[in-house]
């Protein structure tokens, strides 16, 4: 059994769509970033590969290629999931915690998920996400960006 811990940040890009975990947050700008900015999945993609020992997100899809310009990453963590299989390893469970004082998650939590649930091959009752708010601390807390931290176990 292997542990894996990500991390990842982003800011706030008026006239993006939001997409966290996979799923569209409407009524809610989106993040700035090289891919579609789902920082939820960036998370968990540096947490499955940590645990894999295969790098980070970055050695794999780095922001300075024109090919992950504005990827899907829900694509990107489907490619992940295959790479730590062929490495022998198979997912457990996930666990997530994005921070953010705007949008609100819970309306969106089971959503998030079955979709991330689908993505990595598991159960939905695998995989953990929870919404905390940074109490307006920092920047994240004065709702200039998102936060996502995952851990995950892989057999």
Request: a negative charge; hydrophobic letters at 45%; proline letters at 4%.
């Amino acid at each position: 059994m292997r542990i894996g811990f990500g991390y990842d940040s982003h800011v706030f890009e008026a006239g993006k769509p939001l997409v966290l975990g996979g799923v569209p947050i409407p009524g809610c700008d989106g993040l700035k970033a090289h891919s579609d900015g789902d920082v939820v999945i960036h998370a968990l993609i540096d947490a499955l590969f940590g645990a894999a020992a295969l790098g980070d997100i970055g050695s794999h899809f780095p922001d300075t290629s024109e090919r992950w310009r504005g990827a899907d990453s829900a694509a990107l963590l489907a490619a992940a999931v295959a790479e730590v299989s062929a490495a022998g390893y198979s997912v457990g469970n996930a666990d997530i915690t994005v921070i953010c004082e705007r949008p609100r998650l819970r309306p969106h939590v089971e959503a998030m998920r079955e979709r991330l649930a689908e993505l990595m091959g598991v159960e939905t009752s695998c995989v953990s996400v929870k919404g905390k708010t940074n109490e307006k601390m920092d920047a994240v807390g004065e709702g200039r960006g998102i936060i996502a931290q995952a851990a995950v176990l892989l057999g």
